[in-house]
């Protein structure tokens, strides 16, 4: 072996061994290796809020059709002529107050002749009775002459009951709502003449599912809220005793006091019978997802850091967010990032820095309240530091 050789030898193990003590990166200390594929996943960041459940009433909300209390179509029961309409359309008439008249033609002429032959077979009678005590008649002939009394005064009530229906009169208080007739038109026995209506009370029929009938009783009380704005208080009068057989659901009525009849019947409403208090949360609507199997819930972070999902029931709904039950009574809302995680994965929890979510009805809508698609895409863990440099890569 040459001189040469050896030389060039000894500098390749001296270079060795002086990249291998650390000498070539200045004594610096080893770097962590990096994070490998199979190295465990960091926790997901999401945002949440404390929520505190409070007591709320549960009702039964449907929508329904506003019918009058009393409705009568006025009939004529004699015929004749239509003197007068005492009471245009849309008038308030008072109970006995006279709605149309019909001429009384001869009536009045047939009523003295009826009362002659009255005062006629009075006197006959009269005359059979004197002579009897008398005894120059017979009983058959006195029962004659009272039989004849008798079919005079019936003829005579008949035709004085015939002048009193000439006048129509209001059975009752209300609107009359609409007249079939014009004056002067002949009027046939039976014919309508004018339509009355009583708006007070109100009755406000809705049809209730056969689940929730047994929430229904008469004497509950009732919220109404009519299509004009108006809104009244009221009590169940009515529930059916059998469903209807096409869609299973049961009519139900409730009685709304209308003194002042501002609201008119044929209408819609809204109705809301108060069942029980449950305690529920309140939030807005955005925060609402449904699960694999399709329920409607929320989801929270249990004090082990873990997701949770929980079904619930929409007790009321407002316009600045919903009262929701089935909750534990207090929760780890997650107000940011639910759409990016599951059911039992492991989070990492930030509470809200300013809870500006809605507590209360009339708060306004939260920051983190919005819509699933524009809710902001939280951000992802820092990722770990570059690897250092190989050797080779140094030199």
């Known amino acids: 072996m040459s001189k040469s050789t050896l030389i060039a030898a000894a500098v390749a193990v001296a270079l060795v061994a002086w990249i291998a003590s650390g000498w070539l990166l200045g004594g610096a200390e080893p770097r962590p290796a990096p994070v490998g594929p199979g190295a465990e996943r960091q926790p997901f960041p999401v945002e949440v809020r404390r929520s505190r459940a409070e007591p ?7 929508q329904g059709e506003v019918l009058p209390d009393r409705t009568v179509t006025l ?30 033609g001869d009536l009045d002429a047939r009523r003295d002749e009826a009362q002659a032959l009255v005062d006629q077979a009075q006197a006959d009678y009269d005359a059979a009775l004197e002579l009897q005590d008398r005894g120059v008649t017979t009983q058959a002939r006195l029962r004659e002459r009272f039989t004849a009394l008798q079919s005079a005064r019936a003829a005579l009530e008949r035709i004085a009951r015939e002048i009193e229906n000439l006048t129509i009169e209001a059975p009752f208080a209300g609107i009359v709502n609409e007249v079939a007739l ?21 009755v406000v029929a809705i049809d209730v599912p056969q689940q929730s009938i047994g929430d ?26 059998a469903a209807e057989r096409e869609t299973r659901t049961f009519r139900v009525e409730i009685r709304v006091p209308n003194p002042d009849g501002s609201v008119p019947s044929g209408i819609s409403a809204e109705t809301r019978i108060p069942i029980e208090q449950v305690p529920a949360h309140f939030f807005s609507p955005a925060l609402l997802s449904l699960s694999s199997e399709g329920q409607l819930g929320v989801k929270t972070v ?15 709904a407002r316009a600045q967010g919903v ?59 820092p990722l770990a530091p570059p690897p250092a440099p190989a050797a080779e890569d140094a030199r």
């Open 56 to 62: 709320v009433t549960r009702a039964l909300l449907n």
């Open 75 to 104: 009939r004529a029961e004699v015929a004749g002529r239509l003197a007068e309409i005492a009471t245009p359309e849309g008038t308030r008439v008072e109970a006995g107050e006279v709605v149309a008249r019909i001429d009384a």
């Open 182 to 202: 014009d004056e002067g038109e002949f009027v046939t026995v039976n014919a309508p003449v004018a339509t009355l209506i009583d708006n007070d009370p109100l």
């Open 216 to 241: 229904v009783a008469v004497g509950r009380p009732a919220q109404v809220r009519f299509v004009t704005g108006e809104t009244a208080e009221g009590d169940v009068s009515y529930v059916s005793a």
């Open 302 to 316: 249990t004090e082990e850091g873990v997701v949770a999902f929980h079904a619930v029931d929409i007790v009321q």
């Open 323 to 381: 009262y929701v039950s089935g909750l534990p009574e207090e929760i780890a809302l997650i107000t940011v990032g639910q759409g990016f995680v599951a059911e039992g994965e492991r989070v990492r929890a930030v509470e809200a820095q300013s809870v500006d979510v809605v507590e209360q009805p009339g708060a306004s809508l939260p920051r983190d309240a919005l819509p699933l698609g524009d809710v902001p895409a939280p951000q992802a863990p």
